[in-house]
């Protein structure tokens, strides 16, 4: 059995989605793939910072949020460290960088992800900035100290999109990937196309969740055109930059818009797209009027989708939840198999129970 304990950067919907997981779990976990995960630290900017070496109780994590909205009050032995603190004398095998997202610099994860990648830590993280602005500098780093980055969480949630086109896909010869990306703006698009104003379409979104208070990252499709550059950077071996991507988002979007798109049997949608081409490559974000028989078309709500053109198999399409709490909590878990199927302890322990 093999021990894992791990030290979480934020403890919004993702952190106490991954405490429900490994909470509900656990046994599960051990039984099939003979590891345990124990929460020895959390850090999070507003809710708190507390440790144990021995583990935190993720039950009493989650009650004391749903009590008091934060850990302050959780019993621990140790309190109040920032994150580098936690990171340097947690004692953590891998650190869970859910801090939010800062597509300019790809700070304050990035300092924090550099961090223990130095320290010999293990990184799992669903912060884009970092990977989409820094992410050929942290893995030669993680090599250079025999530690692993997982970044499923980065792109559609926990929907395997990067596992499967990297794990699987490769060898097909991937060309071309295109997808709906961002379920923010694919739900309001949604909206419109039964009626809705944009500004009415949104403020719904906003109340659901599926949007922030500044809602520009999505509808202007900064989001997705860090997803691209991931996907582009990490399955196509580009060197994208986010000035790559052509980018247009979706506020200019009219009923006006929507209502002749449904006249031609389309459907609007905003598309990342990048494509290999012998020359370099086309890479962009944008709204597109996809038709009927178009694999993408019937993407509704906030549900997201890929689909790889590959060389040996055609298209394939993959579809499934692109954010949520226990969604992206359950990204950082499929990381952390992968970190573990890399490890000795892992083929001892199948050669073991079979």
Sequence with gaps: MKKYKLAIIGFGNVGQGLAKIIRDKNELLSKKFGIELSIVAVCDLYKGSIANSSGLDPEILLSDIEKYGDLK??????????????????????????????????????????????NGMHVSMTNKGPVALHFPELHKLASSKNVQIGIEGTVMSGTPSIHLGKGMLLAAGITKIQGILNGTTNYILGEMSTGADYEVALKKAQELGYAEADPTGDVEGHDTAAKVVILGNLLMDLSLTLDDIDRTGISHITNVDISNATKSNKYWKLIGSVQKRDTGFIASVKPEMVSSDHPLAFINGATNAITYS????????????????????????EDILSIHRSAPAYREYRLNSQ
Excluded at 105 to 111: H, M, N, V
Excluded at 323 to 333: K, L, Q, R
């Design 73 to 118: 009050s959780t019993s621990a032995p140790i309190t109040g460290w920032n994150a580098i603190e936690m990171i340097d004398n947690s004692g953590a095998d891998i650190l869970i960088e859910l801090a939010f997202t800062d597509l300019k610099t790809g700070e304050p994860a990035l300092s924090h992800v550099k961090r223990a990648l130095n």
């Design 310 to 333: 590959t060389e040996l198999l055609g298209d394939i399409t993959l579809i499934g939840p692109g954010a949520g709490g226990m969604e992206t909590g359950y990204a950082v878990i």
